[in-house]
């Protein structure tokens, strides 16, 4: 059974500070997705990772992918209140028939 | 851009109810999801369809069935609610492997 591991859960931060999310998974997969919610929102895709080595990146995040290592970064430079939110990642079974998430990482960036 | 409509954001319900939870997308995507999120457990898959009529169980079917009548729309129903199915319901539908998500139906089980 696959299972998805984000550590931390709970991430208070100072604006202007970086930090990173890191998630572990079990099995061999190639794609992997990350997603931001807003409390009371929906999901919302961040970024979409398809290969051993792939790093996108969007205005303060950045997201990478080591499919050797079973891992896949979110990097945050230079934290704002903005980025708070609750981030997860998502490892992709079945070419997009079957995504398992993390349990999710609650930011919270404090001015 | 890509919609999913999920027809209620809360619903209250009693034990031993029947409820529906209907959800639309806009985008002719093929595959659609439910999804139930609980805090400190992410989101747990119950069912997804990869075409009309067709439905696969996720890894928490149980005490839920689905409907997927027309390609846009999904359905998921509680056969007879309990408690324990007081939750975050999402309804996805994907392209390529990116998952689009409605804006999730709160229900609570009384």
């Known amino acids: 059974e696959l299972k998805v591991e984000q550590n931390p859960l709970f991430l208070s931060m100072q604006e202007g500070k970086n930090y990173t999310i890191y998630c572990n998974y079990s099995?061999?997969?190639?794609?992997l997705y990350w997603y931001r919610q807003d409390p009371g929102k929906s999901l919302e895709s961040l970024f979409v990772?398809?290969?051993?080595?792939a790093v996108k990146q969007e205005g303060r995040l950045m997201a990478s992918l080591d499919t050797k290592a079973r891992l896949s970064t979110l990097h945050i430079t230079a934290a704002v209140h903005d980025l708070s939110a609750t981030y997860f990642c998502?490892?992709?079974?079945?070419?997009?028939?079957?995504?398992?998430f993390g349990a999710g990482t609650i930011l919270r960036v404090k001015s | 851009d890509v919609k999913v409509t999920q027809s209620s954001r809360y619903l209250v319900k009693r034990t031993g109810e029947k409820v529906f939870l209907e959800c639309v997308q806009d985008?002719?995507?093929?595959?659609m999801f439910w999804y139930r999120q609980d805090p400190g457990l992410g989101l747990r898959l119950i069912y997804f369809?990869?075409?009309?009529?067709?439905?696969e169980k996720g890894d928490i079917p149980e005490g839920y069935s689905v409907s997927r009548e027309k390609k846009e729309r999904f359905s998921l129903i509680l056969e007879s609610a309990s408690t324990n199915q007081t939750s975050m319901y999402l309804c996805?539908?994907?392209?390529?492997?990116?998952?689009?998500f409605g804006e999730g139906s709160r229900l609570t089980v009384l």
């Open positions: 369809s990869y075409d009309v009529k067709m439905k």
């Open positions: 996805a539908s994907s392209f390529y492997g990116e998952l689009f």
């Open positions: 985008m002719d995507h093929e595959n």
């Open positions: 099995t061999t997969s190639d794609r």
């Open positions: 990772l398809l290969s051993n080595g």
């Open positions: 998502a490892v992709d079974l079945e070419y997009g028939n079957k995504l398992v």
